[in-house]
């Protein structure tokens, strides 16, 4: 068996009970998926989410299944994908394994080679990616698609000038060709030439919201006068109170915690020293957490209702007219040391975090949410815009397009919940 794994012709109605009570994180999700894999044992997103009810629940070698499908079709470009990732939360010796083993079968598989590139970045390790990368240029073809993609890789990892002379000559119109440009470009701290290829993305893609935030960036570091246009108020950057108990937070922190399972940090986030909770987190049916989703929905409601009147063509100039919606949602529990490192949830207009608990005594910058800082590939000397010292039972309101992360603390837990809503 070799190619996509085929999508089975089981009963729609069985699968997507299934699926849906995965993702809203039932206690009966996994043996739902055992019923509806006995009648399509060969349907990918059921294999994939089995793999990740039976490694939630604790099960013994949760990842067998999955793992054996992915022997007979090794090409299996997505299952490769769930694999790894969930092998890097268990903490697994190699998580790339299964890939690498496909990737000896089939060493000029380009599909392949494009998905082992991705995780290999999503785990930071952007110098073997570019490397490989490299080789593939010399072995297959120097395509300017390869060029691209070791461009990318080469300026994560800090080597600015190689990927510099790689951008160079590649032809006009390759997708996110622009986008790598301004990005080396800030890297390099050519502002003129960075905002001049955002100003093409942006004209191409004005939704893009990493496009967005590197704009908020470099307009920032150089004073251009778009900045105050981009962000016209401190009313983007709020703390509000939910309203919620004390007794009321510790249930839901007690809840939450439960469902912080996994041992690392899913690849590719931005979590250091934590774990983050799978599927949307809305989705579940416990009351804690839908009352605290109710106080959020309120929260959003002042938001967007208090924001100055946004110019035509702002990025979040449409939760105006309309009330945002949340999209995803998720848990975060950071253990002492621990820090989100500086980046976006580009999938969304607003973004958040709600402090549930924090470590008790934090010392004065310890903790903090920081909006604007730069990621770490891009060294401009700017300060954050704002920052905000964590307080339970309140959540922080920013737009999406704004860089966000928070400092290390010395002793204790940090439990959040975050959001995006569009």
Known sequence: MSGEVPMSPLKHSLKDRALNAFER??????????????????DGPLLIAHAAALFRAGAPEPFARLETMLEKAPDWVEGHKALCRLRAEARAPNPLASIEAALEKAPKSPRLWMAYLTLLGSAGRHEEAAEHTANLRKTIADLPELRLVEARHRGFAKQFEQAQRLLVDLPAGLPELEFERARNAMRMGKLDSASAALETVLKEHPKDIGAWALAELTWRASDNSRHSWLCPSDALFTQADLGLSQGELDT???????????RSAPLGQ???GGTQTHGNLRLRHDPAIS??????DAAIADYSSGLPKLPEGHPMAAIQSRRPQISASWSILLSKGGRHVPHLHDGGLIS??????????LAKNEGLLELGRPPEDIPLKVEPISSFAPKPGHLVLFPSFVYHSTSRFAEGERLTVAFDAV
């Open 252 to 262: 839901l922190r007690d809840t939450l915690r439960a469902l912080h399972v996994t």
């Open 352 to 361: 958040s975090a709600a402090h549930i608990s924090i470590p008790d005594d």
């Open 291 to 296: 009352h605290l989703f109710e106080a959020i």
């Open 270 to 272: 931005s979590v250091e």
């Open 25 to 42: 994180g039932e206690e009966g999700a996994a043996q739902l998926l055992e019923q509806a894999l006995a009648e399509g044992p060969n």
